[in-house]
């Protein structure tokens, strides 16, 4: 299975989880991290089997170079595979203001936003995002977040698992289909 971990990150933490994605992706296969602020004009985003996407949580939507990359032309070419988001985010310890409250009532996270934005470009979406919480804006991740993780990696490959059986059930029943045709024929 080919991997492609796309991300931005300001102070690492939408990082630290990208490349644990990473570390646990490659027992799968080959995965390559994309970081969006490193310009790599011509990447082949159409190569890959599963496509993870994540940003920190800003003003309950997602970063802005997240927001610019996703307007850009290159993100179309993602064609038919299967995204699933991720973000960073502040935990329940973190006092947020009651309008704070309100808007994340409203507007969610970096997850909500990002999926809205794949909806809206007809992106396939292979299961709910992930959200892992920081203990304050620039870090550390919250305790257990690598437990965490691999939990969101097992989610992911069951769904992967049941996309590929959907995928031959269907094909099988096609073959099915054009032995019986031939059958007549002959
Ligand atoms: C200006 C600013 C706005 C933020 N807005 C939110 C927010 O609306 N909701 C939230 O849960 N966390 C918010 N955070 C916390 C960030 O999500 C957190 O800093 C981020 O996950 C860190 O990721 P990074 O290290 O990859 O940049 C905000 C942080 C900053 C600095």
Redesign the pocket.
Known sequence: MRTLIVYQ???????LIASSLARHFKELGEVVLYDIERHQNGFDFTMFDLILIGS?????SISAPMKRFLQSPKVKRFSDLPVVAF????GPQ?KHSVF?RF??QMFG??VTSLEKRLDRLSIPRLLDGEGFS?EA???PLSEHTEKRVGAFVARIVVAMQETAKTAHDAGDALDEKDSEAETRVV
Do not use: C, K, Q, W
Not at 9 to 15: A, C, K
Not at 56 to 60: I, L, Q, W
Not at 87 to 90: G, I, K, M
């Open positions: 990150s300001y102070f690492g933490n939408t990082r920190p949580t800003r003003y309950t973000d960073t985010r502040y973190h704070m808007l994340i996270y970096g920081v804006a620039e870090g």
